[in-house]
Structure formats: structure tokens, C-alpha cells
T-cell receptor, first 111, second 118 residues
Framework: SQQGEEDPQALSIQEGENATMNCSYK?????LQWYRQNSGRGLVHLIL?????REKHSGRLRVTLDTSKKSSSLLITASRAADTASYFC???????????FGTGTRLTVIP | GAVVSQHPSRVICKSGTSVKIECRSL??????MFWYRQFPKQSLMLMAT?????????EQGVEKDKFLINHASLTLSTLTVTSAHPEDSSFYIC??????????????FGEGSRLTVL
């Protein structure tokens, strides 16, 4: 079963705008990760945030984590057409030896 | 980052035949690999955890006799879809875990294999 939900399910923005995607989960976690998937391709890891962290940055990416609300957000600043992809959050469900993925957000950046 | 190779990337087969998909970790040893299935515009569903030298652990609802997993070496896991039917058509993705959990980073994913059963 899915670990959680991302919203929005689909997001379309103009190049240069910021894109914010949200993820909610149901169980306790040790860490939460965000992945990117281009259409028909494998997944690429973007960023990992641990349960004791609240915010993390990597380049144009900013991830927040609110464990009290069991939610995370991924912000992509100054979006580019090449950012067009599906974005998934994934959690370890508090120590499970694998990852469980959310439903994903399909981001389209219009040049 | 580490590289995981998945082969074939696309395969078309007739109903009733079996198809084998390989997942290789090219530059590290992976004691654990994972197999996922993804339907169009949907998320990844974990099918099974493949452990080197032991039986795979299947998720609830996944038929172990239908989806045979073998992890005979530290760099190779295979998924065989037996007696494939059109409903087995899907995108199958493997991932490999390097080091202790949680690895400072992530799992490394293959590029996926698109199976079409006619």
C-alpha cells in the first residue's frame, strides 16, 4: 500500500516560478526522501531529511519536515523546463528495510 | 553516485511465456535489492525485497510463484515473470541498497524495464 499522498497530483507552472509539492505520511519515520522520475525512466535521489531535522537545502531545492503533522514539502526555486518530471516522497516507516513511496506529483514547467 | 543497471529496458512477449529481468549493481555490492512495479502515472509499489543468498520477501498480494526472484550474487538480482499475461504489463524497477541502513543518501535505482505482454 502507499505510504502517503502527495499534493498536488499535477502542477503546471511557468519557467522561473517556484514549485511547491507536499507529502503526507501515516507512520513514524526515521527519514524522508524525495526522488525525481523522468517519464519512463528510473528514479533519481534528490534529498534526504532525517526525522530530527526541520529543513534542508540542496541547490535550488528546499525540503521541510513537520513530524507533528506528518508532512513534508519540496520547494524548487527558479524552475526550469528541465525540472519537468514526477516527484515522489518516500519514507522508511520508522526503520523498515525499504522505502515506501507516495503517489507523486507530476510537475510541468512551461518554457 | 552508484550505478544500477537494469536489462532489458523494454521487452515484448506473448501471453504464457516467461520473461527475466536483470538488475545489476555495477560498482558496489548490494546485499539487498528491491523490486517495484509501476503502472502509468502511478507510484511505485514495492513487490519484494531480494536478499543475497536467501529467499526473497514478498509484499502482501504479490504472488511469489508468479514473480520469481533470485539474488545469487552480491551484484545481481533477477525477476522472472512466469506465464505472463497482459495484466502483467507494467514498468518494473529495481533498486539496490549499499551499506548500512539508512545509507547516507539513498537507494540506487535502475532505469526500469517496460514489459508488454501481448
Amino acid at each position: 500500500s502507499q505510504q502517503g499522498e502527495e499534493d498536488p497530483q499535477a502542477l503546471s507552472i511557468q519557467e522561473g516560478e517556484n514549485a511547491t509539492m507536499n507529502c503526507s505520511y501515516k507512520t513514524s519515520i526515521n527519514n524522508l526522501q524525495w526522488y525525481r522520475q523522468n517519464s519512463g525512466r528510473g528514479l533519481v535521489h534528490l534529498i534526504l531529511i532525517r526525522s530530527n531535522e526541520r529543513e534542508k537545502h540542496s541547490g535550488r531545492l528546499r525540503v521541510t519536515l513537520d513530524t507533528s503533522k506528518k508532512s513534508s514539502s519540496l520547494l524548487i526555486t527558479a524552475s526550469r523546463a528541465a525540472d519537468t518530471a514526477s516527484y515522489f516522497c518516500a519514507t522508511d516507516r520508522g526503520g523498515a528495510n525499504n522505502l515506501f513511496f507516495g503517489t507523486g506529483t507530476r510537475l510541468t514547467v512551461i518554457p | 553516485g552508484a550505478v544500477v543497471s537494469q536489462h532489458p529496458s523494454r521487452v515484448i512477449c506473448k501471453s504464457g511465456t516467461s520473461v527475466k529481468i536483470e538488475c545489476r549493481s555495477l560498482d558496489f555490492q548490494a546485499t539487498t535489492m528491491f523490486w517495484y512495479r509501476q503502472f502509468p502515472k502511478q507510484s511505485l509499489m514495492l513487490m519484494a525485497t531480494s536478499n543475497e543468498g536467501s529467499k526473497a520477501t514478498y509484499e502482501q498480494g504479490v504472488e511469489k510463484d508468479k514473480f520469481l526472484i533470485n539474488h545469487a550474487s552480491l551484484t545481481l538480482s533477477t525477476l522472472t515473470v512466469t506465464s505472463a499475461h497482459p495484466e502483467d504489463s507494467s514498468f518494473y524497477i529495481c533498486s539496490a541498497k549499499r551499506g548500512a541502513w539508512p545509507f547516507p543518501g539513498e537507494l540506487f535505482f535502475g532505469e526500469g524495464s517496460r514489459l508488454t505482454v501481448l
